[in-house]
Every structure is written in C-alpha cells, then in structure tokens.
C-alpha cells in the first residue's frame, strides 16, 4: 500500500475518545510518519494516546473557548483538523477557517451543516470543509456512492442496519435518536414522503439468517443521496440487535411515551443504553435497484467491520482524510461545504476501509 509522501499534521479533536481514539491509530498505522495531534481538555488521556503514537503529541483544547487554537505557531498549524466531539458553538471551525485549515465534521446533522455554510461565508478564506455526519462516519452513503453512477442515478436505495448496544459506541451515538419519535421526510419515486420515527417495519434477513424488523430512523443519507442525484429515493431502517431493547424502545416510541418525556430524559437514557464496552461486529446493508434495462437490476451490499462501530466509522473518517490530503492521487474535495458520498472517486473510500478491515460482500441480482 503506498503511503502519503511528507508528514502531515493532523489534528484530531477529541482524540482520545471512542472513536477519535481508533482515527488516531488507524492513521499512525496507515502513514506512521503523519504527525498526529491528539487534542481535548484531558491532558492525561490525550497524553497517553500520543506516546502510544510514531508521531503524536497531545495538545489541550477547549471548544468553548473563543479561539481554540489560539496560540499555535506556524508550525504547528494543521493539515487536516478532524472533529471527532461536537463543535456547539462553531468556536473550532471559525478558528480553522481563519487560518485557512481543511476541516472533517463527524458530528453534525443537516441542520448544523447549514450553521457550517453561515460561519464559512463569514470568513474571508474559504476552506475545504467535509461533513461526515451519515451513518458510521459516512460509510453508508460512500457504499452508495461507489456503486452508481452519477449519470444514471438508482431507482431507490435501501439500508437497513443492525446495531448492538453492547458494542462500544460514542456517545453521539445516542444522541442520534433523542427525537427518534419526530417526523421527518424521506424520498420515495422522486418525492418527499413525510414518514413517523420508527414506523414502516420490514423483516430483513442479516447474517446467520437472522430476520429481525427494522424500523426507519432519520439519518441525513436520505436527503443527501437524493440531492447529489444518486438516487431517486432512499430510506434507512435501523434494528437493535438486543431484542428486549429494540422491543422496549420501539414501544416507549410508538405509544408517545417518550415525546413526552423531557428531552434531559430522553438523553440520559440513551446513555445509559450506549455504554457497551465490548468489541461486537457491526453490520449494516445497502440494497440498489437500479432502472430497468440493465443486466443487473438490484445489487445489494452487505459491510461488516468486525471490530465493531467505533472502527467502521474511524476507518471511514480516515479514508476522508486522506481524501482532503489528496492521498495517493485522491480527488480533493472543492472548497466550501462539501459530504463524503460528492467525492468523484468514492470507490477509493471503499477500497481504502477494505484496506482497514471492513467487508464488502456484492451480490448482483
């Protein structure tokens, strides 16, 4: 595998937590002579990461500060600043862009990357900003992406994902699912269709011949995958593999119970769901139908990372960095707000995560 030519900095906010841990070592493990700055407000996490690191350095950050990044030289200025923990205030992504640093977002739901296009227009250079905030870092969308074609976009796209919460999970995870019983839209045939939190269950077969039902969720690949015209229509269906917790949740969502508890609630009680410690396989599938005339009209694609969520979405936000690096002739992504499933090249995503450990099964039909 060939490998970046100069050492490039990279600063990874939230370094030393869930997922911002795995970043750290699957890019000291893919370009060992990338400096790598791992950055927070716990110096003694941080610090234990970087010695751990060929090239690493822990740095204390505070996102709520008014400059984060006050203080650094020159020298010192990143490369890539990766956003592995929730950015409230837009307080990093201000201090990068006014120092003209690419910037890579784990954590933003649709909203907030309009909040990004607002700060990005306040500033005089304008930088390259990714928002990697679909499902496990983009992953899905990027598996999308890879097998259609832009002139010819799919009929519809189904993914359906298998979540076990005693898997390690970040905690942004939980967040994902504080308003699960809001409505919200998706596309069908070409038109939004407005659809209930956790409605339209559908048996689906994952491995082992386990059929569970899944349910829809709000995940932002439902509207970005239509707006990049890679399909016409798209819906992503999640199940809990823990059945008392996927039954439990599916209730307390479907009998209003939890609308009416307060948010703080709501979110302390996913916490508490999503503390899993352990390393379990996550799996999720992407079914395409394609428009009629092909060979091959339905293909579907079923990812495993056997280390578990936190590495899928690591080794996702890893291929993304190497893409604002221009990694091994890499596309750049073009300055302004851009996803991960726009990359022109995003077949070098999938092979970069193979790479990284993650299965791609393709089935045609």
């Given at each position: 595998?060939a490998r970046?030519?100069?050492?490039?900095?990279?600063?990874?906010?939230g370094?030393y937590?869930?997922?911002g841990s795995?970043?750290c070592r699957?890019?000291a493990?893919?370009?060992?002579q990338?400096?790598?700055?791992?950055?927070?407000?716990?110096?003694q996490?941080?610090g234990?990461?970087a010695?751990a690191l060929?090239?690493?350095?822990?740095w204390a950050?505070?996102v709520?500060?008014?400059?984060?990044?006050?203080?650094?030289?020159?020298?010192?200025?990143?490369?890539?600043?990766v956003?592995?923990t929730?950015d409230?205030?837009?307080?990093?992504?201000?201090a990068a862009?006014r120092?003209?640093?690419?910037v890579?977002?784990?954590?933003?739901?649709?909203?907030?990357i309009d909040?990004?296009?607002?700060v990005?227009?306040d500033v005089?250079e304008l930088i390259?900003f990714?928002?990697?905030?679909?499902?496990m870092?983009g992953?899905?969308?990027v598996t999308?992406?890879a097998?259609?074609?832009?002139d010819?976009?799919?009929?519809q796209?189904e993914?359906?994902?298998?979540?076990v919460?005693?898997?390690?999970?970040?905690?942004?995870t939980a967040t994902?699912?504080v308003?699960a019983?809001k409505?919200?839209?998706?596309w069908?045939?070409?038109?939004?269709r407005?659809v209930?939190?956790?409605a339209?269950p559908?048996?689906f077969?994952?491995s082992?011949?386990?059929i569970v039902r899944t349910?829809?969720?709000?995940?932002?690949?439902?509207e970005?995958?239509?707006?990049h015209?890679?399909s016409?229509g798209?819906?992503v269906r999640?199940?809990?593999?823990?059945v008392?917790?996927?039954?439990?949740?599916?209730v307390?969502?479907g009998?209003?119970i939890?609308s009416?508890?307060?948010?703080?609630t709501?979110?302390r009680?996913?916490?508490?769901?999503?503390?899993?410690?352990?390393?379990h396989?996550h799996?999720?599938?992407?079914?395409?139908?394609?428009?009629?005339?092909?060979?091959?009209?339905v293909?579907?694609?079923?990812v495993v990372?056997p280390?578990?969520?936190r590495?899928?979405a690591?080794?996702s936000a890893?291929?993304q960095v190497?893409?604002?690096?221009?990694w091994?002739g890499?596309?750049?992504p073009?300055?302004?707000?851009s996803?991960?499933?726009?990359?022109?090249d995003a077949?070098r995503?999938?092979?970069?995560?193979?790479?990284m450990?993650?299965r791609?099964?393709?089935?045609?039909?």
């Amino acid at each position: 595998m060939a490998r970046v030519t100069f050492s490039p900095l990279i600063c990874v906010v939230g370094g030393y937590g869930v997922v911002g841990s795995h970043i750290c070592r699957l890019l000291a493990s893919r370009h060992p002579q990338a400096r790598i700055v791992v950055a927070g407000h716990d110096m003694q996490k941080a610090g234990l990461l970087a010695r751990a690191l060929p090239h690493g350095r822990p740095w204390a950050l505070e996102v709520g500060d008014d400059d984060p990044l006050a203080g650094l030289e020159e020298d010192e200025v990143p490369d890539v600043l990766v956003m592995a923990t929730l950015d409230p205030d837009d307080h990093v992504l201000r201090a990068a862009a006014r120092r003209g640093i690419p910037v890579l977002d784990l954590t933003r739901s649709l909203d907030r990357i309009d909040d990004a296009r607002e700060v990005l227009a306040d500033v005089d250079e304008l930088i390259r900003f990714v928002a990697a905030s679909g499902w496990m870092a983009g992953a899905a969308a990027v598996t999308v992406a890879a097998h259609v074609r832009p002139d010819e976009p799919a009929e519809q796209v189904e993914i359906d994902i298998l979540m076990v919460v005693a898997d390690a999970l970040g905690p942004e995870t939980a967040t994902r699912f504080v308003d699960a019983h809001k409505s919200f839209a998706i596309w069908i045939e070409g038109r939004p269709r407005l659809v209930r939190g956790l409605a339209g269950p559908r048996r689906f077969r994952f491995s082992g011949d386990r059929i569970v039902r899944t349910r829809l969720v709000s995940s932002p690949e439902q509207e970005t995958l239509v707006a990049h015209r890679l399909s016409n229509g798209v819906t992503v269906r999640l199940a809990v593999a823990e059945v008392a917790t996927h039954v439990g949740f599916s209730v307390l969502v479907g009998t209003k119970i939890w609308s009416c508890l307060p948010r703080a609630t709501r979110r302390r009680m996913l916490q508490r769901l999503t503390t899993g410690q352990g390393e379990h396989p996550h799996e999720f599938w992407v079914s395409i139908v394609r428009p009629a005339g092909g060979d091959h009209r339905v293909a579907q694609i079923r990812v495993v990372d056997p280390h578990g969520q936190r590495h899928l979405a690591a080794a996702s936000a890893v291929s993304q960095v190497e893409r604002l690096l221009g990694w091994n002739g890499r596309a750049v992504p073009p300055v302004g707000v851009s996803l991960p499933e726009s990359a022109p090249d995003a077949v070098r995503d999938v092979e970069a995560m193979a790479q990284m450990g993650v299965r791609f099964d393709v089935t045609l039909h």
